[in-house]
């Protein structure tokens, strides 16, 4: 059984750090290209940034540009979204998902449950 399951989300301030993981197993990661999504309250789903299967190819939202940071560790399973300088606007639930075909994960075939970043004062 596919799982993907992120972590690491929680309240911060505006201008503060965040570091989500998502940690598969079932699959072999090195297969899939990963991506972060993100979806906050009244809004629909957005793509935030993704990393193709050996780590070479990485795509942003220009929203995230130069404050968030995509990596992974296929020996761990595991893709992270290192966030900074977060903003008031960057509060939603983030999901990680796999797509096994499209670096940008245009179609993933796995998603996670999602993980709730809440920035504030």
């Known amino acids: 059984q596919v799982q993907l399951v992120e972590s690491g989300g929680g309240l911060v301030q505006p201008g503060g750090s965040l570091r989500l993981s998502c940690t598969a197993s079932?699959?072999?990661?090195?297969?899939?290209?990963i991506g972060w999504f993100r979806q906050g309250p009244g809004k629909e789903r957005e793509f935030v940034a993704s990393i193709s299967g050996e780590g070479g190819n990485k795509y942003y939202v220009d929203s995230v540009k130069g404050r968030f940071a995509i990596s992974r560790d296929n020996a761990k399973n595991m893709v992270f979204l290192e966030m900074n300088s977060l903003k008031l606007e960057d509060t939603a639930v983030y999901y990680c998902?796999?797509?096994?075909?499209?670096?940008?994960?245009?179609?993933?075939?796995?998603w996670g449950q999602g993980t709730q970043v809440t920035v504030s004062s």
């Open positions: 079932g699959i072999t990661l090195d297969y899939y290209n």
């Open positions: 998902a796999a797509d096994r075909y499209t670096d940008t994960v245009n179609r993933p075939q796995y």
